[in-house]
C-alpha cells in the first residue's frame, strides 16, 4: 500500500495596515446586503439550495440593482448556500429551527486569482471603486506561507472588533502520509476536562498535559458569568458578550500549546500513527450531572483533536478516528468491560483488579484499538477519514473489545 497523500488546509490572519477605508466599507456594506438579498430567495424556496441555483437566480438582481461586480456576485450565493447547509445541519440535530438568516456587515469573501491576489507584503484585493492594493502586517509565523509550497483558496478579509481590517488568508498544501499497514509505533490520545491530554504510545511511552490550573481560570470566568447572569442588565449583556469572547480565545490558545506539546511527544517518540475518538455527538450521549453540565458542554474537546490532527498531518503523522464507546470502562488486561470498572479518576477492573488512572486507560485503550485497525486495514484495504457531522458515525465504528459485563 503507498503512501497517502492528504491535504492540509490552515488560516493565518494577516493585519492591514490601513485604518478606516471607505472603499472597503462600501464594498462591505453591498456584499452583506447581497447576501441579505439571497438570504431571502433561500428562505422563501423553504429548504437550502445550491450555489449554482441561487447564482442563477440571485446574479442579475446582485450585478444590477445592488451594484456588485461579477465575482462578489458569485461569491454571494456561495457563502449565502453555504450558510443555509450549515443551519440545516443544525435542525438536524434539533439545535435549532427553520429561520430567515441576516448578516452583519463584517466580512466579505474574495477567490484568489480573480478578486485577490497576495505576496509577502501587500494584498490587492476588488474594491466596487476598483483593485486597491494594500499592505499588510507579516508575522514570523506566517512566513511559511509565502515559501512558494502553499496553494491559497477563497478568503475573507474581516472587520475585528478592535476597528483594524485582517485578512483570514486560507492555504492548503498535500503532504504525504505514512503507509499505516507498515506503521509499528501507535499512539492513543484521550482527552478530558481533569487531563487535557493523555497519551500512550506502542513501546509503552505515556505522558499527561493537565488542565488544573485551566480549570482554575475557567472556574474564576464561570463565577463572573454566574455574577452578570443575576444583574441581567444591558451593560451586563455587553460584558458577558465581551467575556465569552475572552474565554474562547484563552481555550484556543490552550488547544493549540496542548496540541504542539502532543506532537513534539510524537516525533520524539518516532510515532507513524496517532489514534483519536470520534466525539460525534458526544454531548448527547454522555450524561453529565448538572453542576458539571456547562464545564463538559463547553470545553473544546473537538477542538483540540483537531489541532492536534492538522499538526500531525504537517510533520507526516497519520490521523486516524476509533469507536469512543467504552474506552474508559474495558481493562486493558483482560478486557472486561463494565462501569464499575471506573470511579471517578481511577479504574479498577472488577474481574482481574488491574487498577490505573482512568485517562490513561483510556488512552490506553485508543492505542490498541488504533493498532487492531492497521490489521483491518491491511486485510480489508479500507481508509478512515476524519469526522463528519453529516454522516453517522456508524461508518467508521471499528468492532469493540470482547469481554464480560456491559
Known sequence: MKDAIVKVSKTTILKLTTDEDSRIEKTIDKFTEGMDYASTVVHANQKPMGAIKLQKLTYAHLRSEIGLKSQMSCNVARQTAGAYKTLQAQIRKGETYWQLLKFAPTNIKFSYGRDFSINHDEIS??????????????????????????????????????????????????????????????????????????TFTTNGRRKFFTGGEIKNIRNIYSKQRK?????????????????????????RDVNHVISRQVIESAIEDNVS????????????????????????????????QTFIEYKAHEVGIAVIYIDPRYTSQTCPTCLHISRNNRNGRSFLCEVCDYALNADLVGAMNIEARTRAFRHDLEVQGLVVDSPDETISSETSLKPLPTGRGN
Not at 475518538?277 to 477542538?303: C, M, P
Open 125 to 198: 484585493i476588488t474594491t466596487l471603486d476598483g483593485r486597491q492594493k494594500y499592505g499588510i502586517m507579516n508575522y514570523r509565523y506566517a512566513e511559511q506561507f509565502f515559501d512558494g509550497s502553499w496553494k491559497y483558496q477563497a478568503s475573507e478579509l474581516v472587520k475585528h472588533k478592535d476597528g483594524n481590517y485582517y485578512f483570514h488568508l486560507v492555504c492548503e498544501k498535500e503532504i504525504g502520509e505514512p503507509d499505516i499497514t507498515q506503521a509499528s509505533n501507535f499512539m492513543g490520545i484521550d482527552v478530558g476536562i481533569n487531563h487535557l491530554a493523555v
Open 227 to 251: 455574577r452578570l447572569q443575576e444583574k441581567d442588565t444591558r451593560s451586563a449583556t455587553r460584558v458577558l458578550k465581551h467575556q465569552s469572547g475572552r474565554e474562547k480565545r484563552f481555550m
Open 273 to 304: 500513527v496517532i489514534g483519536l475518538e470520534d466525539l460525534t455527538g458526544i454531548r448527547k450521549r454522555t450524561e453529565v450531572r448538572k453542576k458539571q453540565r456547562y464545564k463538559h458542554n463547553s470545553w473544546a474537546f473537538r477542538e483540540l
